[in-house]
């Protein structure tokens, strides 16, 4: 039997032109529609149906009883290799995406996407919350396929390229390559905007994408949610399951809504989630799920996560629950399948699961497949990983190798390795095919590309320094002057031609100058180094100066963009840099891309009105 870490040929065949299994079914209303709804670092455990005996979600419970529910579906420890598996149907390593920073969080140029496909099937294409596929050009949601875009930057709000000073209230995100200023909690946000979006396209086929960032740390909920979890001895943190709650309120708002609009029979509805969890767990109180492990964990507890789909036009069974081991890169597969898409001629990694959804899944074959946390800038071989059939887990943690029976032990507490050394060479096996694949161009950086009249400004930032350490990747840590040391960012210069650098330790929306301590730590530079190409000039900072502006002559290709600012006490990489270019003739710089200046009181909410509880926990 053959072990499929990859589709066999004949599947991927399959894919290139798939079947149309969508036909009119009994509603005539042809071709699907899609909402997928994936949230941020909550786990398996966080769910009323999966046990916890404190957390509200009536709703998503409500959903489970209406879909079918893959019970043993995994997902990457951490959340953009698993956004990047699901986008494409490949593995994490595979399309570039093997952490969250240190510009390894950027999909992969060539990778076709989900929206792609959609869109090429004649579907509108919106994403709504969390992208963490890359903040430049060619990598942001815009540029991968999705016609309409609301997103935060980075990988959560408040990091360091998201806009300055937001904090889930009120805050300004990314429309369309333009920033807008929303008013209200970002799930309510994303939800929102991902319903005006159904409303405005719902005469043709659509795929909507609402990613909430909740509940990723910082851990801010409105009062109304996080209050009656207050007090309660089995609760982690009340506001982590207060933006569950507010989570499965909008949940409620998204089927109501469909229901109304007489989209709910003929729309696939997919509840899943990112990793395991963050902030349902401390100090003992909190509901594991009968795992162990959190996120970025090996074990089960860090990448076994919910997954429930509804379709009632396609007649997926309602209560049914699938125990085979299914994963992120399945559903692109399913998708193509249920919906009738034409594909491009790509080796996906996963496969369509329509066999186990409308059969009882005893003729599926066993897999084996790999889950990694490599959070590094270059993958090590068995680097914290896991090999995973239905009944098996050999796990490589900081300790060690060990061989666990999922289902005899499913909180992974005894090794039992040395009674199955055929089963321990299988999967070692099959783990070394993976690898040997999937390393062969782990060697290949993603660029941020420059020059380009499809981003007329490009912002950098030091959440994707290519460092050996992990960078600055939070305001927080721009305040206080972390990691302040010297490092560069992989660049493309798309055209021969004239660019201006400015080089900046604040933000522009900030508004601050190069040494100005008003929202933290402040330095001494005295000078600004600029390094890129064939290029080594040196400036003096003029005393309260915001930024260092360098005008270049650059030439197409790859290089590196190396800058510094210099003190008496030490030498680091600006924070920030901004590049200009002039654009071609007759190109016309799209409205709105300025960037506007930060008011140290937009965003906020004055305390007296009590909307929120502000508790950050790291």
Not at 52 to 71: C, E, V
């Amino acid at each position: 039997m053959k072990m499929k870490y990859v589709m066999s040929t004949v599947l991927i065949a399959g894919l290139m032109v798939l079947p149309a299994f969508s036909k009119d079914w009994k509603s005539g209303q042809g071709k699907p529609n899609v909402v997928l709804v994936i949230t941020d670092d909550q786990g398996y455990g966080d769910l009323a149906f999966t046990g916890n005996p404190a957390i509200k979600t009536p709703t998503i419970d409500k959903l489970r009883s209406q879909g079918t529910l893959l019970n043993n579906f995994h997902v990457d420890p951490t959340c953009a290799p698993t956004r990047s598996a699901l986008m494409t149907g490949r593995y994490s390593d595979r399309v570039g995406v093997w952490h969250t920073v240190q510009g390894r969080s950027m999909l992969r140029r060539r990778e076709v996407t989900m929206a792609d496909i959609f869109g090429r099937n004649g579907y509108a294409t919106g994403m709504f919350g969390k992208w963490h596929l890359g903040d430049c050009y060619p990598y942001r949601p815009e540029d991968r396929g999705f016609q309409h875009c609301v997103y935060h930057q980075a990988g959560g709000v408040g990091q360091a390229p998201d806009y300055w000073g937001n904090d889930y209230f009120d805050d300004t995100y990314v429309v369309n390559g333009k920033l807008q200023r929303f008013e209200g909690f970002c799930t309510d946000v994303w939800f929102d905007e991902g319903m005006k979006f159904i409303q405005a396209n719902k005469d043709k086929p659509f795929f909507a994408y609402i990613a909430p960032n909740a509940p990723h740390k910082p851990l801010y909920c409105p009062l109304e949610y996080s209050e009656p979890y207050e007090g309660n001895p089995q609760v982690s943190y009340p506001e982590f399951y207060g933006m569950v709650s507010n989570i499965d309120d909008n949940l409620a708002k998204l089927m109501d809504f469909l229901d109304r609009e007489g989209l709910a029979d003929n729309t696939i509805l997919v509840f899943m989630t990112d990793n395991g969890t963050a902030g349902g767990l401390n100090d003992g109180r909190g509901y594991d799920g009968g795992m162990r492990g959190m996120k970025n964990s090996e074990y089960d507890g860090g990448h076994r996560v919910p997954f429930i789909i509804r379709w009632p036009n396609g007649e997926i069974e309602a209560g049914k629950s699938i125990e085979n081991i299914t994963a992120h890169f399945d559903i692109l597969p399913t998708f193509i399948d249920l919906c009738g898409l034409n594909a491009p001629a790509t080796e996906y990694d996963g496969t369509s699961l329509r066999d186990l959804l409308y059969t009882d899944g005893a003729a599926w074959p066993e897999r084996a497949l790999v889950v990694e946390t490599q959070r590094v800038v270059d993958p090590i071989k068995w680097r914290r990983c896991a090999v995973m059939t239905d009944q098996w887990r050999l796990v490589n943690d900081d300790d060690g190798q060990g061989l666990f029976d999922i289902k005899a032990d499913p909180k992974q507490t005894t090794d039992i390795s040395s009674l199955h050394p055929e089963v321990v060479e299988r999967l070692r096996g099959a783990y070394n095919k993976f690898w040997n694949d999937v390393s062969q161009e782990h060697d290949l950086t993603s660029y941020m590309v420059i020059g380009s009249d499809h981003s007329p400004i490009v912002s950098l930032c030091s959440h994707d320094w290519l460092i050996d350490k992990l960078p600055p990747w939070n305001q927080d840590h721009i305040k206080n002057g972390a990691v302040a040391e010297v490092s560069h960012w992989a660049i493309e210069v798309e055209q021969d031609g004239d660019y201006e650098i400015s080089l900046r330790r604040w933000p522009v929306e900030a508004d601050k100058g190069i040494n100005d301590g008003t929202y933290g730590k402040a330095f001494n530079y005295k000078k600004a180094r600029l390094r890129i190409a064939d290029i080594d000039e040196t400036k003096v900072i003029p005393e309260g100066a915001k930024e260092v502006t360098f005008r270049v002559s650059l030439k197409k290709g790859i290089t590196e963009l190396a800058p510094v600012f210099i003190g008496p006490e030490n030498e680091a990489t600006p924070y920030y840099a901004y590049v200009t270019h002039q654009p071609k003739p007759g190109w016309q710089t799209p409205a709105g891309m300025g960037i506007p200046v930060y008011d140290p009181s937009y965003g906020r909410v004055p305390p007296q009105i009590n909307k929120k509880k502000v508790k950050p926990i790291e």
